[in-house]
């Protein structure tokens, strides 16, 4: 029940699917109420880890690895942001609703969706080298109809100036890890690519855990820091925390993972390059070459030099306006100017290579959109607290092996056939 709750996209659909399936009759309001409180029992049990693990001095929790766990070749953890919408129904709430609207105050399109806080704690293997692995920038990096499509998707690209005289066709397959079938990384994970055919070097993955939360970004890296020393980060030789570049992504990483390598995703740094290059104007062929050469820079480790000639086209195109649009070049020249300058040291990516680490967050994208596939969507609004029990348990689905039926059974002796009713104030 709890599984099918988890896993369709809604609660009916879950009665429908074990009716179908399984010729269960049960209804959705039972399934609710099960999944539920499991995901109630999973988030205090991961309150209770995470408490024992801010009990330890520091020089434990940055040293120390768990009896008989090992540690891993490469440590890695990434964070990102989901969306899903957010209905409080408690009187509180519902009483200050009808004072905005006795006052006139419009209700602002969209004001139910909330940020989902997502992490991937990934355990990777592979050779750190003695020289640049890859030192030219890739051709699938250097420009094309699907790299367009791809970073537009990431940064929010503006389109192609009247100027450029055209809009080149996009359209991208992007590569991501599958979905969970619920069986063990062993047998459902492809053999990984030979290095010579990796469209980037970086290790392989080894096993990928998800954790979801409606946590703000501090209590949540607080959650991730524990799940990261549980699974032995702290024993590891190599170590790194790959973001977007969010700020308060950023302060959670320096605040728990001060020791680890900070790598800017590449990708991100990347769509900055051509959205800049597209404010500044020209031909295509003068835009397409602008952000070729801008990318093979990025990729060589010279982002000051990019900073200096951000600088310049912006002391050109002059300085907008306060409320300048997204979509103003001179904005758009100046956002990538601050954006690399606030994000340089996170940036090295020759020697990110030389170190064998992963370069982009991938992996942490691909996370966010399965775990959106069940709490997101126009038509579905969640309680603070219910939303975050399914994203407690939809975490555990899409993590690698058999997360969240391994959880189950540790509940499996416990179930006493009883209900679980609310307790209704007189």
Not at 8 to 18: I, M, N, Q
Not at 186 to 207: C, F, H, I, N
Not at 276 to 283: H, I, K, L, P, Y
Request: aromatic share 6%; hydrophobic share 35%.
């Amino acid at each position: 029940m709890v599984i099918a709750g988890v896993v369709a996209e809604s609660f009916a659909k879950a009665e429908t699917y074990l009716m179908q399936l399984a010729d269960l009759d049960i209804s959705a309001q039972r399934v609710r109420r099960i999944t539920r409180l499991r995901g109630r029992e999973r988030i205090e049990l991961r309150r209770q880890v995470t408490d024992y693990y801010k009990s330890m001095k520091l020089p434990e929790q940055l040293h120390r690895v768990p009896d008989g766990v090992t540690a891993p070749s490469i440590a890695v953890i990434s964070f990102d942001g989901g969306r899903y919408q957010v209905l409080d129904r408690s009187a509180e709430a519902t009483a200050k609703r009808s004072v905005a609207s006795s006052s006139g105050s419009k209700r602002r399109k969209g004001q139910h969706w909330k940020e989902s806080r997502v992490a991937c704690v990934m355990s990777m293997a592979g050779e750190s080298h003695q020289s640049d692995p890859m030192p030219q920038l890739p051709d699938f990096l250097a420009g094309g109809s699907e790299l367009c499509r791809k970073l537009t998707e990431i940064g929010h690209v503006m389109s192609l100036p009247e100027s450029a005289g055209c809009t080149p066709a996009i359209a991208v397959k992007q590569v991501s890890a599958p979905e969970s079938t619920g069986k063990s990384s062993r047998r459902s994970r492809k053999k990984p690519l030979a290095a010579a055919d990796r469209p980037l070097p970086g290790p392989d993955l080894v096993k990928r855990d998800c954790i979801a939360s409606a946590d703000v970004w501090r209590d949540f890296g607080e959650v991730v820091a524990a799940e990261a020393w549980t699974r032995g980060f702290a024993g590891a030789v190599r170590k790194v925390c790959i973001c977007d570049g969010n700020d308060a992504i950023r302060r959670v990483c320096e605040t728990h993972f001060s020791d680890y390598v900070h790598v800017l995703d590449l990708m991100h740094a990347l769509s900055y390059s051509m959205n800049a290059s597209r404010g500044v104007g020209g031909t295509l062929e003068e835009i397409n070459g602008r952000y070729r050469r801008w990318a093979e820079l990025i990729w060589g480790g010279q982002v000051d030099q990019v900073i200096s000639e951000l600088a310049a086209h912006g002391e050109a195109l002059g300085t907008p306006p306060p409320d300048a649009s997204p979509d103003d070049p001179r904005e758009a020249v100046r956002v990538a100017e601050v954006y690399y300058s606030n994000q340089r040291s996170r940036m090295d990516y020759p020697r990110y290579r030389l170190l064998g680490l992963p370069l982009t967050s991938s992996l942490m994208e691909s996370a966010v959109k399965q775990i959106g596939r069940r709490v997101k969507g126009s038509e579905k609004f969640w309680s603070a607290v219910g939303g975050d029990e399914l994203l407690a348990l939809r975490g555990d689905y899409v993590s690698d092996g058999d997360r969240l039926g391994t959880y189950l059974k540790q509940f499996s002796g416990q179930n006493d056939g009883t209900r679980a009713y609310h307790a209704i104030a007189a």
